[in-house]
């Protein structure tokens, strides 16, 4: 158990939708992470956030949006959902905000199906 | 642009044999390579951090080697339970950027 706690941990919902995914760092961690994992791209990093503030931002579309909350958990907000946004999504903690270690903690991930 | 390539896609292997799995990076001035480990249904998880060219380290079965271009993972004499997906994962632009995987599967 990393001590990284997703919720949902499945989800099926319609083309054109929005949903949310919630994610509880591990106890003292500061940063978190959401990745995208898909079977055709692997693993994609979304965005990044420390201590509440935006700390870096990869290929995430504009239909999704993210937040950190002053309790430090994290909300994933994914908008006007296609087919193509089927995918497992991971959050990941660490204490600091660059992890040089490369060491993150993973949750169990959320899976998203959209019919 | 592929930043990080592994091979191969997948690997099946008898209990014990000896096996190496392949990444290979095109990051420019590495800062770090990471080796994680993921089980069907689970998040990943970190195996090793590797920093410079000739540095290894090793955990059970497994040893992380670096060199100026690539990183392999050598599993030795290996069991089912090393039945797995293991990711590669670099740091660019202070993102931590992984490659598809290899999937690993140990036949008893």
């Known amino acids: 158990d990393s001590g990284v706690t997703q919720t949902p941990k499945h989800l099926i919902t319609a083309t054109g939708q929005r949903v949310t995914l919630r994610c509880s760092p591990r106890?003292?961690?500061?940063?978190v992470y959401w990745y995208q994992q898909s079977l055709d791209q692997g693993l994609q990093f979304l965005i990044q956030?420390?201590?509440?503030?935006?700390?870096a931002k990869g290929n995430i579309l504009e239909r999704f949006s993210a937040q950190q909350f002053p309790d430090l958990h994290s909300e994933l907000n994914l908008s006007s959902l296609e087919l193509g946004d089927s995918a497992l999504y991971f959050c990941?903690?660490?204490?600091?905000?660059?992890?040089?270690?490369?060491?993150?903690?993973f949750g169990e991930g959320s899976r998203l199906t959209v019919l | 642009e592929d930043q990080v390539t592994q091979s191969p896609e997948a690997l099946r292997l008898q209990e014990g044999e000896s096996s190496s799995l392949n990444c290979s990076y095109t990051?420019?001035?590495?800062?770090?390579l990471f080796w994680y480990r993921q089980d069907p249904g689970k998040g990943p998880e970190f195996l090793f951090t590797?920093?410079?060219a000739g540095e290894e380290k090793e955990k059970e079965r497994l040893k992380a080697t670096l060199t100026k271009k690539e990183s392999f993972l050598h599993i030795t004499a290996p069991k089912p339970e090393d039945s797995a997906t293991y990711l590669c994962?670099?740091?660019?632009?202070?993102?931590?950027?992984f490659g598809k995987g290899t999937r690993l599967h140990i036949l008893p």
């Open positions: 994962a670099v740091l660019r632009d202070d993102k931590i950027i």
């Open positions: 956030y420390y201590n509440g503030e935006e700390r």
């Open positions: 590797l920093y410079s």
């Open positions: 990051v420019s001035g590495l800062r770090g």
């Open positions: 990941a903690s660490s204490v600091v905000d660059r992890v040089y270690t490369g060491e993150l903690f």
């Open positions: 106890s003292g961690d500061l940063s």
